[in-house]
T-cell receptor
Framework: KAGVTQTPRYLIKTRGQQVTLSCSPI?????VSWYQQTPGQGLQFLFE???????NKGNFPGRFSGRQFSNSRSEMNVSTLELGDSALYLC????????????FGPGTRLLVL | GESVGLHLPTLSVQEGDNSIINCAYS??????FIWYKQESGKGPQFIID?????DKRQGQRVTVLLNKTVKHLSLQIAATQPGDSAVYFC???????????FGKGTMLLVSP
């Protein structure tokens, strides 16, 4: 099976712009979770989508949003970018059950100037 | 081994040594734990997992130990190789669904 894929891999934006990142899960996986990784804060959970519905949400401002399509592919959007949004954005997929491994994609490196 | 804290601790070992990476988790209600390895420029890669009804699980060259009394998790890597050099994260499953909460990570450096 192909692994989790994320596009684009690298992105440079300026403050105030908005950005959309895409994630394609492993075939058959219905859950997609998004995480932000920074040197200072580590890996922080953004939100999880399961069957096109947001099932869990982390402690991030409303500028961070996401959605999931019927084929389980997911997008996350960040509006009004701030310098502090520079990070590696990771998505992970799983079947969606508890006590189950999540498999990560390579991430999208976002730099906000 | 070093415990995961607010900064990124580093464990330096020689090739062939056994490595022990520690993690203190936060929630006594957590019932599922995973160790991930992250190499530079890549996403976290699954290593091994353990459920709370177990206290030890072994994989290929790796062993995870779980001590629920003190909320402590450790990853033991036998005969460490230079290719094991990476940042290692523990993660716990707390909330309903599959959301994971990650520790800060430990960097493992293996010298030839």
């Amino acid at each position: 099976k192909a692994g989790v894929t994320q596009t684009p891999r690298y992105l440079i934006k300026t403050r105030g712009q908005q950005v959309t990142l895409s994630c394609s899960p492993i075939s058959g996986h219905r859950s997609v979770s998004w995480y932000q990784q920074t040197p200072g804060q580590g890996l922080q959970f953004l939100f999880e989508y399961f069957s096109e519905t947001q099932r869990n949400k982390g402690n991030f401002p409303g500028r961070f949003s996401g959605r999931q399509f019927s084929n389980s592919r997911s997008e996350m959007n960040v509006s009004t970018l701030e310098l502090g949004d520079s990070a590696l954005y990771l998505c992970a997929s799983s079947l969606g059950n508890r006590q189950e491994t999540q498999y990560f994609g390579p991430g999208t490196r976002l730099l906000v100037l | 081994g070093e415990s995961v804290g607010l900064h990124l601790p580093t464990l330096s070992v020689q090739e062939g040594d056994n490595s022990i990476i520690n993690c203190a988790y936060s929630n006594s209600a957590s019932d599922y734990f995973i160790w991930y390895k992250q190499e530079s420029g890549k996403g976290p890669q699954f290593i091994i997992d353990i459920r709370s009804n177990m206290d030890k699980r072994q994989g290929q060259r790796v062993t995870v130990l779980l001590n629920k009394t003190v909320k402590h998790l450790s990853l033991q890597i036998a005969a460490t190789q230079p290719g094991d050099s990476a940042v290692y994260f523990c993660a716990e499953n707390i909330t309903p669904g599959s959301t994971l909460t990650f520790g800060k990570g430990t960097m493992l450096l293996v010298s030839p």
